[in-house]
């Protein structure tokens, strides 16, 4: 069965302190990672699609990786702004377009 | 961009009442829209995938006959929660695939059964 898993659940960080959300995936065949960003109350917003193992996309403060086994989002220099949940999501190779959402990792930038 | 107007954004209704909620795709032809659930703290859970002029594919445990999905054009697709109860108070979100670019959601409904 393919899997999505996030740490941490939730993380808690000071205004400029960095860190790293992990998603960790099994899939039968990864057509393409997402990471996508949530607010409370709203619909997920597109950040980025991953593809294959050693690709890095950045935006702004946010930079995700990918390796055969999981992805990571880093957060330099982290603002309040960037408060929200983060969700990481698969899409398998070979089924359908759909989706298979991890829990999320609800982050917390403290000013 | 892609977007998707989904409506209303909030709605409470009275057990046994139906209710539909409506996502448009707004300057893009969506000929496949999913369906998914949030629970509080939890991940989003698909429902069903509708496509236009098809039936609907649901996920196993989601009833058919209770989530009734409609496709009917290439901008509009509909759920509708039928004899709504309380358990079935949830976020919904409705989803349409944008190729590499990944994909559009609505902004979501909060649905309150009392």
């Known amino acids: 069965e393919d899997q999505v898993t996030q740490s941490p659940e939730a993380l808690r960080l000071q205004e400029g302190e960095s860190s790293s959300l992990n998603c960790s995936y099994t899939v039968s065949g990864l057509r393409g990672l997402f990471w996508y960003r949530q607010d409370p109350g709203k619909g997920p917003e597109f950040l980025f699609t991953?593809?294959?193992a050693g690709e890095e996309k950045e935006k702004e403060r946010l930079k995700a990786t990918l390796t055969k086994k999981e992805s990571f989002l880093h957060i330099t220099a982290p603002k309040p702004e960037d408060s929200a949940t983060y969700l990481c999501?698969?899409?398998?190779?070979?089924?359908?377009?759909?989706?298979?959402f991890g829990k999320g990792t609800k982050l917390t930038v403290n000013p | 961009g892609a977007v998707v107007s989904q409506h209303p954004s909030r709605v409470i209704c009275k057990s046994g009442t139906s209710v539909k909620i409506e996502c448009r795709s707004l300057d893009f032809q969506a000929t496949t829209m999913f369906w998914y659930r949030q629970f509080p703290k939890q991940s989003l859970m698909l429902m069903a995938t509708?496509?236009?002029?098809?039936?609907?594919?649901?996920e196993q445990g989601v009833e058919k006959d209770k989530f009734l999905i409609n496709h009917a054009s290439l901008t509009l697709s509909t759920l509708t929660v039928t004899s709504a109860h309380p358990e079935d108070s949830s976020f919904y979100i409705c989803?349409?695939?944008?190729?590499?670019?990944?994909?559009?959601f609505g902004s979501g409904t909060r649905l309150t059964v009392v």
């Open positions: 991953l593809y294959s």
């Open positions: 999501a698969v899409q398998v190779r070979g089924g359908s377009e759909k989706l298979v």
């Open positions: 509708s496509n236009e002029g098809s039936k609907a594919t649901y």
């Open positions: 989803s349409a695939p944008r190729g590499r670019v990944g994909y559009t």
